[in-house]
């Protein structure tokens, strides 16, 4: 008769979690960029260019993280609720509004830091 050994794992994340984020989680830096067209995001809710939003490809819907514009000092907190950028070498497309406070409507692009804040 073999013994058998139970083992509990515990699935990694590589973010923060919402219950137990003990601070900001620093989740990347890049580029990141702005959009304004569509009418549905991929959480299912109607998109709304006025509303401190933005798309991630891999956070949870309903992380919220802060954007922060490094050229600038500027920072806004946003809620995930869409998947993308779909162009390479970016880590995060904002909304409009969003954009306009980290102040990269000018440009269309920013170097950003991302931080986990829930």
Not at 26 to 55: I, P, Q, R
Not at 59 to 87: I, M, Q
């Amino acid at each position: 008769m073999m013994k058998r050994r139970v083992v509990a794992a515990r699935k990694h994340t590589r973010f923060a979690s919402r219950k137990n984020s003990g601070g900001a989680k620093t989740a990347s830096h890049g580029v990141a960029s702005f959009y304004t067209e569509g009418e549905k995001t991929a959480s299912g809710e109607k998109f709304n260019t006025l509303d401190l939003t933005a798309a991630h490809p891999t956070l949870p819907f309903g992380t919220k993280l802060r954007v922060t514009n490094v050229a600038s000092g500027k920072s806004v907190t946003v809620r995930v609720n869409d998947r993308g950028p779909y162009v390479q070498g970016r880590v995060v497309d904002v909304s409009y509004s969003a954009a306009d406070a980290l102040g990269m409507v000018g440009k269309g692009v920013a170097k950003v830091k991302l931080d986990v804040v829930e």
